[in-house]
């Protein structure tokens, strides 16, 4: 999305001048006191009481958003946290923030916090509390990557309702692209404390047990008395709960339970900005995937359209091995990838390469159905492909382990490629799985890239790099799904942050 045309969907205050970057946020009827979510009846029907929700919590998850990884977790952060801005349906909403603008060059961004914004112990958030906050998170090895464009030692408080933030390289995509997916703010910067302006407070619980939480009393409410979040990883257990009336809302569910959920539940799917990519790493790392051959025999040798009509349902489309299909901005050049059997097979006997292991697990379904199908499509090629299925509830434990392996299934949140771009490659990618474009050269474009100001001579930027992506990467992404959840009347519409239920504090 452009930049005009994210401040046109905040539909607010906020207008390109010549000043810089502006974005305003109205404040609520009540003086705004608790972010963006008084009254709001966020995924709820608003006539209280409690909602069950089950998702897949990683086991040794925290509510910390620095460091969580499984989108049960993030149910309870967005519950406890309200940040700067957020992404609601992958559009930036602000939560916190009044007002952000930016100099010129747009290096320098000034945020206004919302006058009277109190977390849960009854505290006034201040700049303090909300600079601290992007520090800490800043100096996660996962999460930072958001944040990397951040100059923690040049940025400073103004006030006590206004942060001056320095950036350390212009950025004029820095509210949606940086700030949307990462700016919890948590009291003094600290997250083990579990204050936070969200709407509930933690009761009780873990990522074994589940989190229960109950209403903040600082805050206005979003129309539920309690929310339980519960790990259930298998999602044909979650599509059975919510079918038997043990949850009111399970997330992620397989293509079967759109039809085998029936009332009083009912099937939610989710639209581009609510879907989520599926495919493979080919680790750009290590062998045999450092040779670009290599990966670029096994990119041929997948049949693409075979494994979305056979594994994925209605609304699947076939991918290009980039993120952000289906969202504005998408490039428009990138080549579809051409099933070629014989040219694979030619460049991996060339190489050498005639067996590999693929590391798989059913994160979100379908993944261990492809990898299945792939055994096949492999052999036709003369390679044979052994399978290492793993938990899925432990998969994302140890991530750094996993970027030690040569082949693996994964799936991406679907997200703007611009967005996307600059944590899924260079060196400061927190997500770059596949080691692709882990050098200085690589990294002076993405910045060069991110701060160009004019919307299409970004976007031809974008689409350049994109390219180089889908054809010399390690990032297979042969599908898209649109996410389906099982909801009910007592959990009403729920929105979706980056792919999660979100039951946070929204705007009215």
């Given at each position: 999305?452009?930049?005009?045309?994210?401040?046109?969907?905040?539909?607010?205050?906020?207008?390109?001048?010549?000043?810089?970057?502006?974005?305003?946020?109205?404040?609520?009827?009540?003086?705004?006191?608790?972010?963006?979510g008084a009254g709001s009846g966020s995924g709820s029907?608003?006539?209280?009481?409690?909602?069950?929700?089950?998702?897949?919590?990683?086991?040794?998850?925290?509510?910390?958003?620095?460091?969580?990884?499984?989108?049960?977790?993030?149910?309870?952060?967005?519950?406890?946290?309200?940040?700067?801005?957020?992404?609601?349906?992958?559009?930036?909403?602000?939560?916190?923030?009044?007002?952000?603008?930016?100099?010129?060059?747009?290096?320098?961004?000034?945020?206004?916090?919302?006058?009277?914004?109190?977390?849960?112990?009854?505290?006034?958030?201040?700049?303090?509390?909300?600079?601290?906050?992007?520090?800490?998170?800043?100096?996660?090895?996962?999460?930072?990557?958001?944040?990397?464009?951040?100059?923690?030692?040049?940025?400073?408080?103004?006030?006590?309702?206004?942060?001056?933030?320095?950036?350390?390289?212009?950025?004029?995509?820095?509210?949606?692209?940086?700030?949307?997916?990462?700016?919890?703010?948590?009291?003094?910067?600290?997250?083990?404390?579990?204050?936070?302006?969200?709407?509930?407070?933690?009761?009780?619980?873990?990522?074994?047990?589940?989190?229960?939480?109950?209403?903040?009393?600082?805050?206005?409410?979003?129309?539920?008395?309690?929310?339980?979040?519960?790990?259930?990883?298998?999602?044909?257990?979650?599509?059975?709960?919510?079918?038997?009336?043990?949850?009111?809302?399970?997330?992620?569910?397989?293509?079967?339970?759109?039809?085998?959920?029936?009332?009083?539940?009912?099937i939610a799917e989710g639209g581009p900005a609510d879907?989520?990519?599926?495919?493979?790493?080919?680790?750009?790392?290590?062998?045999?995937?450092?040779?670009?051959?290599?990966?670029?025999?096994?990119?041929?040798?997948?049949?693409?359209?075979?494994?979305?009509?056979?594994?994925?349902?209605?609304?699947?489309?076939?991918?290009?091995?980039?993120?952000?299909?289906?969202?504005?901005?998408?490039?428009?050049?990138l080549s579809e990838v051409t099933r070629n059997v014989?040219?694979?097979?030619?460049?991996?006997?060339?190489?050498?390469?005639?067996?590999?292991?693929?590391?798989?697990?059913?994160?979100?379904?379908?993944?261990?159905?492809?990898?299945?199908?792939?055994?096949?499509?492999?052999?036709?090629?003369?390679?044979?492909?052994?399978?290492?299925?793993?938990?899925?509830?432990?998969?994302?434990?140890?991530?750094?382990?996993?970027?030690?392996?040569?082949?693996?299934?994964?799936?991406?949140?679907?997200?703007?490629?611009?967005?996307?771009?600059?944590?899924?490659?260079?060196?400061?990618?927190?997500?770059?799985?596949?080691?692709?474009?882990?050098?200085?050269?690589?990294?002076?474009?993405?910045?060069?890239?991110?701060?160009?100001?004019?919307?299409?001579?970004?976007?031809?930027?974008?689409?350049?790099?994109?390219?180089?992506?889908?054809?010399?990467?390690?990032?297979?992404?042969?599908?898209?799904?649109?996410?389906?959840?099982?909801?009910?009347?007592?959990?009403?519409?729920?929105?979706?942050?980056?792919?999660?239920?979100?039951?946070?504090?929204?705007?009215?």
């Open positions: 999305m452009d930049r005009r045309g994210f401040l046109r969907l905040i539909a607010v205050t906020g207008a390109v001048t010549g000043a810089g970057l502006t974005l305003g946020a109205c404040a609520t009827e009540d003086g705004g006191g608790h972010g963006a029907n608003g006539e209280g009481g409690t909602v069950r929700v089950a998702a897949m919590v990683s086991p040794g998850d925290t509510l910390d958003p620095a460091a969580a990884t499984s989108p049960g977790t993030w149910v309870g952060i967005f519950s406890l946290y309200d940040s700067l801005v957020v992404l609601l349906d992958n559009e930036p909403v602000p939560q916190l923030a009044e007002s952000i603008t930016s100099n010129d060059e747009a290096d320098v961004w000034t945020v206004r916090l919302r006058p009277d914004a109190t977390f849960s112990d009854g505290s006034p958030v201040t700049a303090d509390d909300a600079l601290a906050s992007l520090v800490y998170t800043s100096a996660s090895p996962m999460a930072g990557s958001f944040l990397a464009p951040l100059d923690a030692d040049a940025s400073r408080t103004v006030d006590e309702r206004t942060l001056e933030l320095h950036l350390s390289a212009p950025r004029a995509d820095f509210v949606e692209a940086v700030l949307a997916p990462q700016s919890a703010v948590f009291k003094g910067g600290d997250p083990q404390t579990g204050v936070g302006s969200g709407p509930f407070i933690l009761e009780s619980g873990s990522a074994e047990d589940g989190w229960v939480f109950s209403p903040n009393p600082h805050h206005p409410g979003v129309g539920i008395d309690r929310l339980e979040v519960r790990s259930i990883p298998d999602p044909d257990a979650r599509a059975r709960a919510v079918v038997s009336g043990d949850v009111d809302y399970a997330n992620d569910l397989p293509v079967t339970a759109a039809r085998t959920v029936t009332d009083p539940a009912r879907s989520k990519a599926l495919g493979l790493i080919l680790n750009t790392r290590v062998a045999p995937f450092d040779d670009e051959n290599v990966r670029t025999a096994f990119k041929l040798l997948v049949d693409r359209e075979s494994l979305v009509g056979t594994v994925l349902g209605h609304g699947a489309v076939v991918g290009e091995d980039v993120l952000g299909k289906g969202i504005s901005g998408y490039p428009g050049d014989a040219r694979a097979r030619t460049l991996l006997e060339d190489a050498g390469v005639d067996e590999l292991t693929l590391v798989t697990s059913d994160v979100v379904p379908g993944l261990n159905d492809a990898a299945e199908l792939l055994v096949t499509q492999a052999r036709e090629a003369g390679l044979t492909l052994t399978l290492d299925r793993r938990d899925p509830a432990a998969y994302f434990a140890d991530i750094p382990g996993l970027m030690e392996l040569p082949l693996f299934s994964i799936y991406w949140v679907n997200r703007s490629t611009a967005t996307a771009l600059p944590f899924t490659t260079g060196t400061a990618g927190g997500f770059n799985l596949d080691g692709f474009g882990a050098d200085a050269r690589w990294d002076r474009r993405l910045a060069d890239a991110a701060a160009i100001t004019d919307d299409a001579e970004r976007q031809a930027a974008v689409s350049e790099l994109a390219v180089e992506v889908s054809e010399r990467g390690g990032q297979l992404i042969w599908g898209y799904q649109p996410f389906l959840s099982g909801t009910t009347d007592a959990a009403g519409d729920v929105p979706s942050s980056q792919s999660a239920p979100f039951f946070g504090s929204r705007p009215d």
